[in-house]
């Protein structure tokens, strides 16, 4: 078992962290905010008062934490208090470039390194039941792979440095987009009488058929579990949607990728968060297409 210091234990790496404690590893938290430390002391999570002090005696480092600027400063601090050969792994969703600029600081300093970003949200990150998208060596990846076995269900090794940040944003790309055309179509059926169910039951078995359909159907009714059930609490929260689509067009714009669907869903969910409705469900966004549909 290892001696693993996990970096932002916030919704999604606080469940995270307990999960590495309940496979037997032992680990040491930081955060910036004194409550996620003291809920993940109750977990099993041994507190540090600074990143140094929860890094020094290190064999795997994870970080979990907002943004790219934040997993920058936070690797910075890393690589001033471990020694050579540690591992270091970053599960936050950032930008390529970040990421790849994250990689070259740990070959500076001797160190191996992952770019992880995971899908499943917090429900999969307190089940255990996270996909990991992977990037970076073969040496890396085959010493983290248990630990992201503690943590996940699927771990896939996408590539070299930046590999899994730019599947991550792929995929959420295809989510965003999916998302936004299985409400038009709701609302649209809506308009010619069609119910909720008899769509659901045709799109989730034909040609229409996707997660955003078969799993988190934005309507209430045909999938009991999916948001729109529960006042479209999140689940996905529309803030963290947008983000992950403007990685995507940052990302676009840097290699010259013609992404015009992509390019629409990041207007319409920024409209949407600019209405006050970021901290809901992203599926909510059939109500605003609703309207302006009308
Ligand atoms: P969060 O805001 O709940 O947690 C981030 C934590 O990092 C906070 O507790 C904050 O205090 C801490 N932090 C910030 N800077 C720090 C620093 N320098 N040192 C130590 N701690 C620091 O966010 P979250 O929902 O846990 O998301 C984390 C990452 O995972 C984000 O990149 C997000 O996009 C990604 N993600 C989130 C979800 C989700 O459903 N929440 C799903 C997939 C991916």
């Known amino acids: ?3 693993i210091a996990f970096i932002g234990l916030g919704n999604m790496g606080g469940p ?3 999960n590495l404690v309940k496979a037997g590893h032992d680990v040491t938290g930081f955060d910036l905010a004194a409550p996620m430390l003291q809920t993940a002391e109750a977990t099993g999570v041994k507190p540090a008062n600074h990143i140094s002090q929860a890094v020094a005696d290190a064999e795997v480092i994870v970080t979990m934490l907002p943004q790219g600027r934040h997993v920058l400063t936070a690797w910075t601090d890393i690589f001033r208090a471990i020694p050579a050969g540690a591992l270091v792994i970053d599960c936050s969703t950032i930008d390529v470039e970040s990421a790849r600029k994250a990689h070259e600081m740990a070959a500076a300093a001797g160190c191996l390194s992952l770019d992880a970003p995971v899908s499943g949200g917090t429900s999969g990150a307190a089940a255990g039941t996270l996909t990991f ?3 970076g060596s073969g040496e890396s990846f085959a010493k983290a792979k248990p630990m992201l ?6 771990i896939v090794h996408c590539g070299e440095a930046g590999a899994g940040q730019a599947a991550k944003i792929c ?8 998302m936004i055309g299985v409400c038009e179509a ?3 059926g809506e308009k010619l009488g069609l119910s909720h169910q008899a ?3 045709v799109a989730s078995t034909s040609s229409g058929q996707c997660w955003s359909i078969s799993t988190y159907c934005p309507v209430p009714g045909p999938v009991p579990t999916s948001p729109a059930n529960n006042d ?3 689940g996905f929260a529309a803030a963290l949607m947008l983000k992950d689509l403007r990685l995507s067009q940052e990302a676009a714009l840097a290699t010259g990728a013609s992404t015009p669907l992509g390019a629409e869903a990041a207007r319409l969910f920024a409209l949407f968060e600019k209405q006050g409705n970021g901290s809901r469900d992203f599926s909510a966004i059939i109500e605003m297409l609703r309207l302006s549909d009308g």
């Open 232 to 234: 479209y609490k999140p």
């Open 133 to 135: 998208m992977v990037g």
């Open 171 to 178: 995929n959420n790309m295809i989510l965003g987009i999916s």
């Open 186 to 188: 709701f609302a649209l």
């Open 16 to 18: 995270m962290a307990a």
């Open 199 to 201: 769509l659901f039951d």
């Open 1 to 3: 078992m290892a001696r």
């Open 149 to 154: 076995e503690a943590m996940g269900r699927k």
